[in-house]
């Protein structure tokens, strides 16, 4: 059997942001790096080709596809950037065959060259880690391997985080999946006692030391998020992190 390539950014002009786990801030740091992207003048992409919890009848709370599509303004079909939309707040597997609506990463694979066609820089969000399963066969680490892109990881600075990183690195890594940098992301308000903030920077610490890849943040938690998540974004697009992630990316 002949081994996975090693997949390079020089491979296409997308990357992949996934994360250790769901609820770390992929949205949050997509759209913050897709905003910064726009400000540099580059024409941007984005897609998530699968989301669970949808209901098409509500209108609030928004969902992260729709986020994505409104604060960076993409005009791009919503079935196309997100072809996989199902109502149940599920893991996709689950939600999939509640629906009877197989996931086909040839249609993914499809939409997604097709809206390369029309950027610079095309940003796919996953949905939750690496090992979540779409198909009965292949996981969200299969998708980043059939789509042939590098990827970003979202994780927290929080405690339990240096296990979940690290076994999402050694997940990535064992199918030869460049990973471009780790992104520690504050997902909570203020830490609440010294132990919260030994923790906080004491895992912080061990991530960059043991991850071998560049690690940036922690991206404070914005409180804006909570009221005008636009204006909450665009305050985090000003951080030194999302910077210092443009210069990893060479963007």
């Not at 941007?44 to 303004?73: F, Y």
């Not at 072809?83 to 040839?106: G, H, M, T, V």
């Not at 909570?226 to 909450?232: C, V, Y």
Request: proline share 8%.
């Amino acid at each position: 059997m002949s081994k996975t390539p090693q997949i390079t950014p020089a491979r296409n002009r997308g990357m992949f942001i996934t994360g250790t786990d769901t609820h770390v801030g992929k949205t949050v740091v997509t759209t913050a790096l897709g905003v910064a992207l726009k400000k540099k003048g580059l024409r941007l992409g984005v897609m998530k080709p699968v989301e669970t919890g949808i209901c098409p009848s509500r209108r609030e709370p928004e969902t992260d596809s729709s986020r994505l599509l409104r604060v960076l303004a993409i005009v791009d079909p919503p079935d196309v950037v997100t072809p996989y939309q199902f109502s149940d707040p599920l893991s996709p597997l689950a939600a999939s065959r509640k629906a009877q609506q197989p996931i086909d990463f040839e249609c993914i694979k499809n939409l997604y060259q097709e809206l390369s066609r029309n950027c610079d820089r095309l940003l796919v969000e996953g949905v939750g880690g690496v090992m979540v399963p779409l198909t009965e066969q292949q996981t969200v680490r299969d998708l980043i391997v059939y789509l042939e892109l590098p990827c970003v990881v979202v994780s927290r600075p929080t405690l339990g985080s240096v296990n979940h990183t690290l076994l999402t690195l050694e997940a990535l890594r064992d199918r030869k999946i460049h990973v471009l940098a780790i992104v520690l992301n504050q997902t909570t308000s203020a830490l609440r006692s010294e132990v919260e903030q030994l923790q906080y920077e004491s895992t912080s610490q061990l991530i960059r030391e043991l991850s071998g890849i560049p690690v940036v943040g922690p991206i404070p938690f914005e409180p804006l998020l909570e009221t005008d998540w636009e204006q909450g974004i665009r305050q985090l697009t000003e951080d030194p992190a999302i910077t210092q992630l443009m210069t990893i990316l060479r963007t």
